[in-house]
């Protein structure tokens, strides 16, 4: 049988060595002995003695966190030895080694797995609480890899200027950078008339670190009580 379906570049790559790498640029493939965590549905395909369990939003605190902010990783373990394949709605994937001191402050519904040696949390954006009614992150710590997802090529922003992003386009940045809610449309006799620029609010970010931001916006979902949530910071999923 004879196909470009067969070709070197859509075989499964092999490794001596446990743990995540890049199946393609929409896949990610962990080589599994021992745990790892990943986003509940997110498995396309194993190969080996797995088994998965669901762990909600990571523990008691997280679940009551996310059940008062709306943020969150819906969460299952995967555990034993074998191949599993992730994969979230064909975005793109992008792996980030994490080491002692550092912290990633991350949109809930961006993270695709983790290490299970990483620690996460779930923190109010500083800044952003009068302006949003509570903008909310997981701040990830610890020694290891989490996988990311972003709705195509994203840019990373050096941080070395006043620095500005829309939120639902913004998917994670260094913990450290300070970080607060900026008008971004003026106000004005077009603003009364129901005129918009659509940019009425911004992210706006300083200090020293980066910024990953997607080129796609999230759209805005219906939350809890009817009021409207931004999926990007504010949707996190639970299932």
């Known amino acids: 049988m004879r196909s470009a379906l067969f070709s070197a570049e859509n075989l499964e ?3 001596a060595q446990p743990g995540m790498r890049l199946q393609n640029s929409k896949m990610l493939k962990i080589e599994l002995n021992g745990e790892a965590m990943a ?8 190969q080996g003695q ?7 939003s990571g523990g008691i ?5 996310q059940r008062l902010t709306g943020e969150g990783v819906p969460l299952m373990k995967l555990s034993g030895h074998g191949d599993v394949f992730l994969a979230e709605l064909a975005k793109d994937v992008h792996i980030i080694d994490l080491e002692p001191g550092d912290a990633l402050s991350i949109n809930g519904s961006s993270v ?6 990483l620690s996460y949390d779930i923190k109010m954006v500083g800044g952003a609480g009068m302006a949003s009614s509570g903008l909310f992150n997981c701040v990830f710590s610890g020694y290891g890899r989490i996988a990311i997802t972003t709705k195509g090529t994203p840019v990373v922003l050096n941080v070395d200027a006043p620095t500005y992003v829309d939120p639902q386009a913004a998917v994670c940045w260094s913990a450290n950078l300070q970080t607060g809610y900026h008008r971004a449309e003026q106000l004005g006799l077009g603003t009364l008339l129901g005129r918009s620029t659509g940019e009425a609010f911004t992210m706006s970010f300083a200090g020293q670190g980066f910024v990953v931001v997607q080129p796609s916006e999230e759209p805005p979902v219906q939350g809890s009580g009817g009021q409207q949530q931004q999926q990007g910071l504010l949707g996190g999923l639970l299932s």
């Not at 986003?39 to 194993?46: C, K, L, P, W």
């Not at 797995?50 to 909600?56: I, N, R």
């Open 112 to 117: 695709l797995a983790f290490d299970s040696t």
């Open 39 to 46: 986003r509940v549905g997110s498995m396309v395909a194993y």
């Open 50 to 56: 797995v088994q998965f369990q669901a762990l909600g």
């Open 13 to 15: 790559k092999e490794s």
């Open 61 to 65: 605190g997280k679940f009551i966190k």
